[in-house]
T-cell receptor
Framework: GENVEQHPSTLSVQEGDSAVIKCTYSDSASNYFPWYKQELGKRPQLIIDIRSNVGEKKDQRIAVTLNKTAKHFSLHITETQPEDSAVYFCAATVFGNEKLTFGTGTRLTIIP | GAVVSQHPSWVICKSGTSVKIECRSLDFQATTMFWYRQFPKQSLMLMATSNEGSKATYEQGVEKDKFLINHASLTLSTLTVTSAHPEDSSFYIC?????????????FGDGTRLSIL
């Protein structure tokens, strides 16, 4: 089955700097890659997603890049703000499969 | 749009009690809903996939007689933890998928924190 690895597990960034979180997946048939942000005790919120027919997607300060050849995708957050502090999860789903496979999460801390 | 409501948000009960958790898609129809369990500081672990009008598909190691799932309508799925014990204490979260196809987004409920005494 699909396996998703996520790095780093923790990340501290000075406010205003950029943060990058990376994930790799194992199944080349994966075709959908969402990113979720989860604040303590709250629901995971979908912040951006990308499908396999696209290499990059951007939404204001957030961008995701996908390299299908290398089977990895990354989340980029620019001009970080204190409210960006949370746990971020990447995920992948294989074409024809119902379920998402999640990475282990990255705890992002923005230092004021 | 794409709001998922989950109730209750917090349950504390005695060992041996059965607990029902509801997951509703408020502004869309969800053919498929998912139930996850999350331990502190860990990732989301899929327990089962719930399809409207059919039996749920459970992940390996999840006891189907322990965690009963019913998806009777396109907007409601329920998870019943039967005869709950302290080891069942956890954060349970549902999600609902918008549209058909594995490349469609899932949106999550607020979760239910279950504590079994």
């Amino acid at each position: 089955g699909e396996n998703v690895e996520q790095h780093p597990s923790t990340l501290s960034v000075q406010e205003g700097d950029s943060a990058v979180i990376k994930c790799t997946y194992s199944d080349s048939a994966s075709n959908y890659f969402p990113w979720y942000k989860q604040e303590l005790g709250k629901r995971p919120q979908l912040i951006i997603d990308i499908r396999s027919n696209v290499g990059e997607k951007k939404d204001q300060r957030i961008a995701v890049t996908l390299n299908k050849t290398a089977k990895h995708f990354s989340l980029h957050i620019t001009e970080t703000q204190p409210e960006d502090s949370a746990v971020y999860f990447c995920a992948a789903t294989v074409f024809g499969n119902e379920k998402l496979t999640f990475g282990t999460g990255t705890r992002l801390t923005i230092i004021p | 749009g794409a709001v998922v409501s989950q109730h209750p948000s917090w349950v504390i009960c005695k060992s041996g009690t059965s607990v029902k958790i509801e997951c509703r898609s408020l502004d869309f129809q969800a053919t498929t809903m998912f139930w996850y369990r999350q331990f502190p500081k860990q990732s989301l672990m899929l327990m089962a996939t719930s399809n409207e009008g059919s039996k749920a598909t459970y992940e390996q190691g999840v006891e189907k007689d322990k965690f009963l799932i019913n998806h009777a309508s396109l907007t409601l799925s329920t998870l019943t933890v039967t005869s709950a014990h302290p080891e069942d204490s956890s954060f349970y979260i549902c999600s609902a998928r918008v549209g058909l196809g594995s490349n469609q987004p899932q949106h999550f409920g607020d979760g239910t924190r279950l504590s079994i005494l």
